[in-house]
């Protein structure tokens, strides 16, 4: 135990931290103690007008525009699988064909987006992979 443990432990036991402000509720973390004073009301304003910071926008449309796109193809491919007899074989072929081409362009305009991104983020822990088309449409494809 350090020297500053003891006094602490001491004066938790005899009660002095019992009356304390705020307590029992949750700590006020929204406030960046590293962030310059002069901005921190901007920042608090913008936080709680629903503004974020551009690179977090991006990510969410990034994040937006494939769920789109997944659902898209994932709807094609319900289809090709349920395609009444009324259609011909190549009629269908084509469609998923079309449906596919389509959501390989999304693929690669996502890629470039990510790209873009990943140079904003502040850290590449917040980094998003780029996607592979093939690998996507096997895995929405697959049952």
């Not at 029992?24 to 406030?31: E, F, I, R, S, V």
């Not at 994040?63 to 259609?87: F, N």
């Not at 011909?88 to 790209?115: D, H």
């Amino acid at each position: 135990m350090s020297d500053i443990d003891e006094p602490i432990k001491k004066a938790m036991q005899d009660g002095q931290f019992d009356n304390l402000p705020g307590k029992g509720k949750p700590l006020n973390l929204d406030d960046d103690p590293f962030a310059d004073p002069e901005w921190q009301l901007a920042h608090h304003i913008l936080k709680n007008s629903g503004f974020v910071l551009p690179w977090i926008e991006a990510r969410q449309e990034i994040e937006k525009d494939l769920a789109e796109a997944r659902a898209e193809l994932k709807r094609a491919w319900d289809w090709k699988q349920t395609a009444s007899q009324k259609t011909l074989p190549a009629q269908i072929e084509q469609q998923w064909q079309q449906s596919m081409k389509i959501f390989q362009e999304k693929i690669t305009a996502l890629n470039k987006r990510i790209r873009d991104y990943n140079l904003q983020a502040p850290s590449d822990r917040f980094h998003l992979f780029v996607l592979n088309s093939d690998k996507e449409i096997a895995s929405l494809t697959s049952d």
